[in-house]
């Protein structure tokens, strides 16, 4: 477990706790209690070439433990995508999970590396076969024809991959390493709960501190 700093930042109840993940952790399993869709939904920033950000959703497949000294939160997507080629470019990103349920959320700032190993081919092969058909099929953020056009391209790769499909060469992970966690609960009279959490890129140590709503 990385060691904090958080003199004079008193914590209790839900903020409890000296790992930021194990806080997300426990977060998202109560949400996934109550959310009733996609509790592990992420809105998921990127900044293009020009530095014009683009946000979307994505399914966020794990948080990591501390463990090491480091942790992360890792997503899948398809490498050539739009968000992909942008998080390569700048190998940043930051994401926000927003529970309405709970009404809580965390904002996560981090570099990013990617996961195309081992735990990445189990993931793959954890997925239903139509979604593993469809990733070898889509050739995802690029322009479409028509639907008919696509699901051609999803019977065409079912005839070459069969029923067991290996991952993709172009699909895979990728592991935000936060610099900045942010968990925000709300409050009443708009007098919300704020803690973040920082560190440098290289350092183990967090900072924590209270802010104003």
């Known amino acids: ?6 003199e004079n930042v008193p914590r209790s109840g839900i903020f409890a706790g000296d790992d930021p993940f194990v806080i997300a952790r426990r977060w998202l399993a109560e949400a996934e209690t ?5 509790p592990n939904a ?3 920033a990127t900044v293009d070439a020009a530095g014009l950000p683009n946000v979307r959703m994505v399914l966020l497949k794990e948080i990591e433990a501390e463990g090491g000294g480091e942790g992360a939160f890792v997503f899948y997507t398809n490498y050539g995508s739009k ?3 942008e998080i390569e470019s700048a190998g940043q ?6 529970w309405k349920s709970l009404r809580r959320q965390i ?3 981090g570099t990013v590396t990617r996961e195309d190993g081992p735990a990445a081919d189990a993931y793959f092969s954890s997925r239903s076969l139509k979604s593993r058909l469809g990733a070898w099929a889509s ?5 479409l024809s028509s639907r008919e056009a696509l699901m051609a391209e999803v019977a065409k790769v079912t005839l070459a991959q069969g029923t067991a499909p290996r991952r993709p ?3 895979g992970g990728y592991r935000i390493r936060p610099v900045e966690i942010e968990f925000w609960a709300d409050g009443a009279f708009r007098l919300h709960d704020r803690f973040r959490w920082t560190r440098t890129e290289s350092a183990s140590i967090w900072a924590i501190q209270r802010l104003n709503p």
């Open 42 to 44: 992420i809105a998921l």
């Open 139 to 143: 050739r995802q953020s690029q322009p």
């Open 107 to 109: 904002r996560v700032r």
């Open 34 to 38: 109550q959310e009733p869709n996609d």
């Open 93 to 98: 990103a930051a994401f926000v999970l927003h």
């Open 1 to 6: 477990m990385a060691e904090t700093s958080s």
């Open 169 to 171: 060469p172009f699909w």
């Open 83 to 85: 968000k992909a080629q």
